[in-house]
Structure formats: C-alpha cells, structure tokens
C-alpha cells in the first residue's frame, strides 16, 4: 500500500468522521441560529433607539 491511497484511505475516513460527528451539531446550530440572531439584535436595537432619542433631545 502506497502512500497516495494511504492518504486517500484517511481522507476519507476524516471526511466520514466529520460528517457523522458534525452534521448533528451544525443541524443543532442551524436550528438555534435565529434565536442567536434576535439576542445579538436586542444590544444593537437598544444603541440605536438610545442614538436616535439622544440626537432628538438637542
């Protein structure tokens, strides 16, 4: 067994892995991204508002 199949045997093998192992994971993430989204959105809605009432103040 030479080295080029050797390396191809174990790319694969890592593909597969990867696959098996991260696909739950990044399925999970993909489920929980808006939620991430609206919690990241509640500071920069705030510091806006915040911008805004202050610029109508002067």
């Given at each position: 067994?030479?080295?080029a199949?050797?390396?191809?045997?174990?790319?694969?093998?890592?593909?597969?892995?990867?696959?098996?192992?991260?696909?739950?994971?990044?399925?999970?993430?993909m489920e929980?991204?808006?939620?991430?989204l609206?919690?990241l959105?509640?500071?920069?809605?705030i510091?806006?508002?915040?911008?805004?009432l202050?610029?109508?103040?002067d």
């Amino acid at each position: 067994m030479n080295f080029a199949t050797l390396s191809r045997t174990w790319a694969i093998a890592i593909a597969l892995f990867a696959y098996i192992v991260l696909g739950p994971a990044l399925a999970g993430l993909m489920e929980l991204l808006p939620q991430i989204l609206l919690v990241l959105s509640f500071p920069v809605a705030i510091s806006y508002l915040l911008i805004q009432l202050d610029r109508t103040s002067d």
